[in-house]
């Protein structure tokens, strides 16, 4: 059964930093490319940032651009959010979604359990 | 940046009601759309890829049909366990990976 697991959400204040972590399971996850989707209280939902399952392509929505890092540790099975210069508007809740190839553009099809990031002073 | 709206974004309707949503993409996306449902507090769950390709374990009562700019997700009789968010999705491009404003499904 695939399984991801969101961790490191929390309080921070403006300017400050944050990393998130996924940890992947039920599948092999270096074979996947994987993303970060938010979702802010109340509203839709929007991609954040991706990965191809190599690590060789990366990809930011114009929003994080410059502030947010994503990056993989294959061999722990793991997907990283590095987040700094955080604003109040990246208050959301983060979710990490599995691709359904290595590489190029694909959907998610299956999400995980999401973690709260509080962007406040 | 492909833009993608759907309409309506409140839908109000009864258990065994036929229910459609539309989805538009601001460009050709072809078939690459992909249909979620989202209840409150909980992630969202892969119903359609490929525009109208049902992700396994979906009840057949979810259909999703359309090409290049123009897309529906069909609910043919609406079920208790229906009303939710739902959110279209295009991956035809890094634009980024865009989604829909999303459809709220209430009880009328």
């Known amino acids: 059964e695939v399984q991801l697991l969101e961790s490191g959400g929390g309080l921070v204040q403006p300017g400050g930093s944050l990393r998130l972590s996924c940890a992947g399971s039920?599948?092999?996850?270096?074979?996947?490319?994987m993303s970060w989707v938010r979702q802010a209280p109340g509203k839709g939902l929007e991609w954040v940032s991706g990965i191809s399952g190599s690590v060789d392509s990366t990809y930011y929505a114009d929003s994080v651009k410059g502030r947010f890092t994503i990056s993989r540790d294959n061999s722990k099975n793991t997907l990283y959010l590095q987040m700094n210069s955080l604003r109040d508007e990246d208050t959301a809740v983060y979710y990490c979604a599995k691709g359904v190839t290595g590489s190029g553009i694909y959907n998610f099809d299956h999400w995980g359990q999401g973690t709260l990031v509080t962007v406040s002073s | 940046d492909i833009q993608m709206t759907q309409s309506p974004s409140t839908l109000s309707a009864s258990v065994g009601d036929r229910v459609t949503i539309t989805c538009r993409a601001s460009?050709?996306?072809?078939?690459?759309l992909a249909w979620y449902q989202q209840k409150p507090g909980k992630a969202p769950k892969l119903l359609i890829y490929k525009a109208s390709r049902l992700e396994s374990g979906v009840p057949s009562r979810f259909s999703g049909s359309g090409s290049g700019t123009e897309f529906t997700l069909t609910i043919s009789s609406l079920q208790p366990d229906d009303f939710a968010t739902y959110y279209c999705q295009q991956y035809n491009s890094y634009s980024p990976w865009a989604f829909g404003q999303g459809t709220k499904v209430e009880i009328k």
């Open positions: 460009q050709s996306i072809n078939s690459w």
């Open positions: 039920g599948f092999t996850f270096s074979s996947y490319g």
